[in-house]
Nanobody, 123 residues
């Protein structure tokens, strides 16, 4: 079992930055790929970014490419979010995939999920 706890969300003005963190505990974290998803009110959950267990494979949604950066260390995965805009407002979820490199990193076929952290961007 893997436990995931997100932090770092909050309220920020458009153009600002936030850094999300996802702390893990439980089974070996190093072999899991990690992902970030988000869900805005009235919308389906969508893929944001993912990183393989080694960090050598990184994926971004087109909507965040060039603005968001995913990274990881031993027990934590991060999402640095710059140039935020109101469309980025959502609950952000951290997820762990049991494969080191997911076949479909953009899908929500992850094995463990955090509770989410709210990100609100004001205009």
């Amino acid at each position: 079992q893997v436990q995931l706890v997100e932090s770092g969300g909050g309220l920020v003005q458009a153009g600002g930055s936030l850094r999300l963190s996802c702390a893990t505990s439980g089974r070996t974290f190093g072999t899991y790929a990690m992902g970030w998803f988000r869900q805005a009110p009235g919308r389906e959950r969508e893929f944001v970014s993912a990183i393989s267990w080694s960090g050598g494979n990184i994926y971004y949604a087109d909507s965040v490419k060039g603005r968001f950066t995913i990274s990881r260390d031993k027990n934590t995965v991060y999402l640095q979010m710059n140039s935020l805009n109101p469309d980025d407002t959502a609950v952000y979820y951290c997820a762990a995939h049991r494969l080191p490199i997911p076949v479909r990193p953009y899908s929500d076929e992850y094995d463990y999920w955090g509770q989410g952290t709210q990100v609100t961007v004001s205009s």
